[in-house]
Nanobody, 119 residues
Framework: QVQLVESGGGLVQPGGSLRLSCAAA????????MGWYRQAPGRQRELVAD???????NYADFAKGRFTISRDNAKNTVYLQMNSLKPEDTAVYYC?????????????WGQGTQVTVSS
């Protein structure tokens, strides 16, 4: 059984920082692309950033210059460093990973972690 376990959300004041982590666990042959998405109340889930095994990255416009995605392939873990947070960044943040297990290649989602930016 493969699962993604997220941590690092919470309440932060505007201008503050948070670091999210997401670790893939289970019987894993290989983890391919990993990324972060978010969903605010009443809005569709949207891409924040993603990264390939080789380290190539892609960011949503709102994340450029403020957020940094990174990964540790040895630990099957992806991180999202979020700086200069704004109230509009408030959302549930989900990690996603394309994981090859023994029998298949599938996309997995984490359980989500709440990020609230408020004074």
């Amino acid at each position: 059984q493969v699962q993604l376990v997220e941590s690092g959300g919470g309440l932060v004041q505007p201008g503050g920082s948070l670091r999210l982590s997401c670790a893939a666990a289970g019987v894993i042959v290989r983890v391919d692309a990993m990324g972060w998405y978010r969903q605010a109340p009443g809005r569709q889930r949207e891409l924040v950033a993603d990264t390939t095994t080789g380290g190539s990255t892609n960011y949503a416009d709102f994340a450029k210059g403020r957020f940094t995605i990174s990964r540790d392939n040895a630990k099957n873990t992806v991180y999202l460093q979020m700086n200069s947070l704004k109230p509009e960044d408030t959302a549930v943040y989900y990690c996603k990973a394309n994981i090859r297990s023994r029998f298949s290649l599938d996309a997995y989602w984490g359980q989500g972690t709440q990020v609230t930016v408020s004074s």
